[in-house]
Structure formats: C-alpha cells, structure tokens
C-alpha cells in the first residue's frame, strides 16, 4: 500500500467525515464565462453520493458570492450540501440555510463606489469582466491578453491601494481580488470542522487561495491538489477526473467500513 493509498484508507474510515471541495477548476473545468461553470457528471454523482452517506457532510468551499455560488453548483433548499463562500465569508447550512454576516454600510458603499470606478476605468479594455463581490470587487482576464490583463490589474491595484488599502487582495486563476472582508479558505474549513463536528477532513482545491486552507490540516486529514504546480497537499491528481477518482474510493471504502 503507497502512502497516498494509506491516508485515503485512514480519512475513509473516519467517525465523522468532512468533505470540502473548492469548485472552480476542481469540480467544474476552468470557463471563460465564469457563471456557465458547472460540475461535471462525475463530479455531481460523488459528490451527490457522498453527501448522502451516514456521518459524511460533503460542502463547496469557494471564493464565489453564495448566490453564486448556488446557481453554479445547482444547490437548492433541499440539498444536503454545505455551502461556504466568499473564502468563508458567508455559509449556508442545511435545514437553517444562509448564517446571519454583519455588514458595515461604509464598507458597502466603498465596495459600490471601487466596483463602478474599477469597472469604467477598464472599460475601454476587451476581455476583461469586473464581477461585482458580496463583499468587494473581482477583476477577470480570462478572455484578454498578456498585456491587457497586465493593465487592468495595475489599474485596479493603484486604485484599491489608494482608496482601500486594509482590503484583502487575492490573485487567482485569471481573477484579482480584493475584499474587506478577511476570512480565508482556512477559517472557512476551520469553521465548517467545528460546526458538523468532524473528526478528519478531506480538502480539495486547484488554485492559489486554496492552499492556505490545505496548509492548515492536520496530520489525520487528507490535502488533495488538482492539477500541476507546487502544493502543501498530501496527495496530487492531474484533473477532475482524478479528484473523481480519489473520491469514489473514499467513498466505497466508507460504505465498507460501515458495514
């Protein structure tokens, strides 16, 4: 048995599992219009059957507003799957639904007023998108090139340093952002560990914000990165696909051990 193959076994035969998955990148490919990303089929199926095994919560960990957030990943009132997003910023449980978040109108206005000057001042840039956040502002390059993306993000950058420099700024696949809101993908993991009382974690994430949550599992939890690059995950897999992979057997091994 490999290492990897040990610490799949270890996490499957947990008391309380969590399961928590970014979703861009890791449950749906990479798209240039980021609200046509959806999961594919493998990835609905496990995590639709995880979700629905004894002691497992299964929950989309993700930078995406939680209205977002649910129309991508298809979540209704009724499902069994947790939601945190905005890096953990705001959560949705089932059978409560969305957690109360405190806002500061001031911060609410300076969000509006830097998405509005952030969106005209790149206006006349093709290819660039500025998705208006629940508590910020994203900048999407997706569909520019080298230098224009170049642009927009320098031109973003001076302005949030001038009008808001305590905000979070985070870089992502194609996306700058910047929020007043400080919670990460660690606290959101932290958070979600401690309200459905798990006692090992599986995390799975592809892009740069996801490693500060895959820094801070412990030993009896299980770090998976999708995709190539440097990772503080236990575990690598190449795409989708793979993750599925991991997933499906984690799965069997949970209804085995059940039994």
């Known amino acids: 048995m490999t290492a990897a193959d040990a610490a799949v076994e270890a996490v499957s035969t947990s008391p309380v599992l969590l399961v928590a998955l970014d979703f861009d ?3 749906s490919p990479l798209v240039d219009d980021p609200m046509t990303a959806r999961m594919t089929p493998r990835a609905r199926e496990i995590v639709d059957a995880l979700a629905v095994l004894p002691d497992t919560v299964v929950a989309l960990v993700s930078g995406r507003s939680l209205g977002h957030l649910r129309e991508i990943a298809e979540h209704d009132d009724a499902s069994p799957v947790w939601l945190a997003a905005s890096h953990g910023a705001q959560f949705w ?31 006349h840039l093709d290819g660039v998108w500025i998705e208006p956040k629940e508590f910020g ?3 999407h390059t997706r569909r520019a090139d080298a230098d224009t993306a170049r642009e927009a993000r320098e031109f973003a950058d001076r302005l949030v340093a001038e009008h808001a420099p305590e905000w979070r700024r985070r870089t992502g696949h194609d996306i700058l952002e910047f929020a007043y809101r400080h919670e990460g993908k660690d606290s959101a993991v932290q ?35 999708v995709g190539t690059g440097d990772t503080a995950a236990v575990l690598k897999v190449a795409d989708i696909d793979g993750l ?16």
């Open 191 to 225: 958070h979600l560990r401690e309200r459905t009382g798990a006692t090992a974690v599986i995390f799975a994430g592809d892009d740069v914000t996801d490693e500060d949550a895959l820094r801070t599992l412990g030993p009896g939890d299980l770090g998976i990165h």
């Open 25 to 27: 990148g890791t449950l």
């Open 137 to 139: 502002v994203g900048v």
């Open 244 to 259: 599925v992979d991991v997933l499906e057997a984690v799965a069997r091994q949970r209804v085995a051990h059940a039994q």
């Open 93 to 123: 449980m089932p059978g409560a639904g969305e957690e109360a978040a405190p806002d500061d109108a001031d911060d609410l206005a300076l969000r509006d007023r830097l998405h509005d000057e952030i969106t005209d001042g790149l206006a």
